[in-house]
């Protein structure tokens, strides 16, 4: 393996706030740029970084409270997508990348949309895997969400269920799945990701972003709008276990892009725990096929 494919774990720090994250590649003005969701962090991305790094400059960060970037008390910062969305722009202009291919995830999804959304020339390519942009994709896991969304009492709030908690952190990796599938689960990652959510102040820092995903759902026409005018070559990855984000979703996609390319496996929500080398290759193949449509060199 070439010395600039491992991966490099870096920091930075943006507006009084240190970003860690982690990188594997050259480091180039074009860039692919992955997004993690809730509750992990760049460590989701551990095992496909250093595949993507042979080809391609590649950056992981850790979303400000999450993984080790800082989470600034929850009457100090902003809190929302929106926000978070320009720190992450604010990190990859201080790395000079100016276009890139965007990969996201559950909670790093509206956080990628707002970017792409802002500046869709950045943006050469869209990868989804388990993120949801469509009414399709929400099921009725979300009725109690969307009532308090709509409602925010304390009456309404109690009849979500419990799951900002250590077991509630596992059931992200494990929810729907049968035993066989669990066992490949390796338990260092909810673990590591309950380490980190139970930092002081940081269960009300989720709470916030989580009631601030109703704006998310608002805006699935307009990201509707946006696939249909802007068409970004799309691959949809999913883990058809999830109990989160539908299946239906993926069909969702299909009828508004024109370049899409679809992939299902039996997995879970955390796709990339049990399918890595897979997914690698797939993302290898279509990043050099986004590149060349570009006229950029793989």
Not at 29 to 47: E, I, Q
Not at 68 to 95: C, G, K, N, Q, R
Not at 230 to 247: A, E, K
Request: aromatic share 12%; proline share 6%.
């Amino acid at each position: 393996m070439k010395r600039t494919a491992k991966t490099r774990h870096l920091s930075r720090e943006l507006a009084g706030t240190t970003l860690h994250y982690r990188e594997a590649g050259v480091p180039s003005s074009t860039a692919v740029l992955l997004l993690h969701g809730f509750p992990s962090s760049s460590y989701s991305f551990r095992d496909v970084l250093p595949v993507l790094g042979e080809h391609v400059y590649v950056i992981a960060p850790d979303i400000p409270g999450f993984g080790f970037s800082d989470a600034p008390p929850l009457d100090e910062y902003e809190y929302t997508f929106e926000h978070l969305s320009h720190v992450i722009e604010a990190l990859i202009d201080d790395l000079r990348v100016e276009r890139y291919v965007l990969y996201v995830t559950d909670f790093g999804t509206p956080v990628g949309y707002h970017m792409a959304m802002r500046h869709p020339e950045r943006v050469l390519g869209l990868i989804v895997q388990n993120g949801n942009a469509h009414e399709a994709g929400l099921n009725e896991a979300w009725d109690a969400p969307r009532k308090y969304w709509a409602e925010p009492t304390e009456e309404n709030k109690s009849a979500i269920p419990e799951w900002l908690n250590f077991a509630g952190t596992r059931e992200q990796y494990l929810g729907g799945l049968r035993s066989e599938l669990q066992e490949l689960h390796q338990r260092e990652s909810w673990h590591l990701d309950w380490e980190r959510l139970s930092r002081p102040g940081n269960i009300d820092i989720q709470f916030q972003l989580f009631y601030d995903y109703r704006k998310h759902v608002a805006r699935f026409a307009d990201i509707a709008a946006y696939h249909q005018k802007h068409q970004p070559p799309c691959l949809v990855l999913w883990g058809r276990h999830d109990p989160f984000y539908d299946i239906a979703e993926v069909m969702a996609y299909h009828q508004e892009m024109t370049t899409f390319d679809a992939h299902i496996y039996d997995a879970g929500h955390f796709l990339l725990e049990t399918h890595a080398p897979q997914v690698a290759e797939l993302l290898v193949t279509f990043i050099d096929d986004v590149f060349n449509r570009a006229g950029l060199p793989a």
